[in-house]
């Protein structure tokens, strides 16, 4: 189990949108997060110094592109050039967390491919590899020329739903586009499955939830997502379920990017027994709410970067 010829020792970064997670990360691994300098200018034009040099390094660069979304990116890319100007072995960046994840295809005329032009910059910048966890879509991946690990919390996230009764217990979608994770979390779990069916209208632009396909009827749910951002859509899918005789709902989904006031139309929704998310993105005190359970992706994170550096097998990890 040597480590991959021509690479140096492991050498870890944290971006400022990723902080709490690398130390977690680090502290996995026991490889202490190499120190740097950033400085912002009264322009706002950003710049880096190393600490320390990392010629030769089998480097990985740890920073979510949640809010401010801007700020990260352009952070992350300028942490990647001077990582690549001083002569890392390899660059691996590790982003938990996509942006502009949702704008994967020209679905009206006239708009850009923003998660395309994300994976371009990322590559110009001069990173060899990257990382992440659970794409808004799969075919996001190709975007990229680099080899990428593409991870789930799916199963943290199934894992821990695992001891809840499964007599009156079933996994509901919030949409039919996350049919296929919603089957495999109910599958995990050994019950059944619903769906909540939305319909677009011309008069409507938002999405409407109208019926449930399932029986979901005296059950308690397992409403499952992707990413929350307003709330808005996992709410009302959550209210249908309740017109349908659902009991208690339990919320899951990995990216809790929670704009305000998600967090308080989550914890004011009565019949919604707890919510269960990830530190993909930070979630700071004042968006967490007590019905609120964190679970943490650093072990994950820790146990790839480490098959990464070593030339282990990824897919073992999950029997794949």
């Given at each position: 189990m040597g480590?991959?010829?021509?690479?140096?020792d492991?050498?870890?970064?944290a971006g400022?949108?990723?902080?709490d997670?690398?130390?977690?990360?680090s502290?996995?691994?026991?490889?202490p997060l190499?120190?740097?300098?950033?400085?912002?200018?009264?322009?706002e034009?950003l710049?880096?110094?190393?600490?320390?040099?990392?010629?030769?390094?089998?480097v990985f660069?740890?920073?979510?592109?949640?809010?401010?979304v801007?700020?990260n990116?352009m952070e992350?890319?300028?942490?990647?050039?001077?990582?690549k100007?001083?002569?890392?072995?390899r660059?691996?960046?590790?982003?938990p967390?996509?942006?502009?994840?949702?704008s994967?295809?020209k679905?009206?005329p006239?708009?850009?491919?923003t998660?395309r032009?994300?994976?371009d910059?990322?590559?110009?910048?001069?990173?060899d590899?990257f990382?992440?966890?659970?794409?808004?879509a799969?075919?996001?991946?190709?975007?990229?020329?680099?080899?990428?690990?593409?991870?789930?919390?799916?199963?943290?996230?199934?894992?821990?739903?695992?001891?809840l009764?499964?007599?009156?217990?079933?996994?509901?979608?919030?949409?039919?586009?996350?049919a296929k994770?919603?089957?495999?979390?109910?599958?995990?779990?050994?019950v059944?499955?619903?769906?909540?069916?939305k319909?677009?209208?011309?008069?409507?632009?938002?999405?409407?939830a109208?019926?449930?396909?399932?029986n979901?009827e005296?059950?308690?749910?397992?409403l499952?997502?992707?990413?929350?951002?307003?709330?808005?859509?996992?709410?009302?899918?959550?209210?249908?379920?309740?017109?349908?005789g659902?009991?208690?709902?339990?919320?899951?989904?990995?990216?809790?990017?929670?704009?305000p006031?998600?967090?308080?139309?989550?914890?004011?929704?009565?019949?919604?027994?707890?919510?269960?998310?990830?530190?993909?993105?930070?979630v700071?005190?004042?968006k967490?709410?007590?019905?609120?359970?964190?679970?943490?992706?650093?072990p994950?994170?820790?146990?790839v970067?480490?098959r990464?550096?070593?030339?282990r097998?990824?897919?073992?990890?999950?029997?794949?």
């Open positions: 480590r991959m010829v021509g690479y140096g492991i050498c870890l970064l400022t949108g990723s902080t997670l690398a130390q977690e990360i502290k996995y691994i026991d490889v190499s120190g740097y300098d950033l400085i912002e200018f009264p322009n034009n710049f880096m110094r190393l600490q320390g040099s990392v010629r030769g390094k089998d660069l740890i920073q979510s592109m949640a809010t401010p801007h700020r990116i992350m890319l300028i942490m990647i050039d001077c990582l100007r001083d002569s890392a072995g660059i691996t960046a590790v982003f967390y996509m942006a502009y994840a949702r994967d295809k679905d009206q006239r708009v850009p491919i998660a032009l994300v994976a910059m990322i590559e110009t910048a001069g990173a590899r990382m992440t966890i659970d794409l808004h799969g075919q996001i991946q190709g975007f990229f020329s680099i080899p990428g690990d593409v991870l789930t919390a799916f199963h943290l996230l199934s894992d821990y739903f695992l001891p009764p499964r007599e009156d217990l079933v996994v509901a979608t919030a949409d039919l586009g996350f994770k919603g089957r495999n979390f109910a599958e995990k779990l050994g059944p499955l619903a769906f909540v069916e319909r677009r209208t011309e008069n409507l632009p938002s999405a409407r109208s019926k449930v396909i399932g979901v005296g059950k308690n749910v397992v499952v997502d992707d990413e929350v951002l307003t709330g808005g859509s996992i709410i009302e899918a959550a209210h249908i379920l309740r017109d349908h659902a009991k208690d709902i339990h919320i899951s989904f990995t990216h809790a990017l929670l704009a006031p998600s967090s308080e139309t989550l914890d004011q929704c009565l019949y919604v027994k707890e919510v269960v998310t990830t530190n993909t993105v930070p700071p005190e004042s967490r709410i007590p019905k609120m359970k964190i679970l943490s992706v650093a994950l994170l820790g146990e970067i480490l990464a550096h070593e030339g097998s990824v897919g073992e990890l999950f029997n794949e």
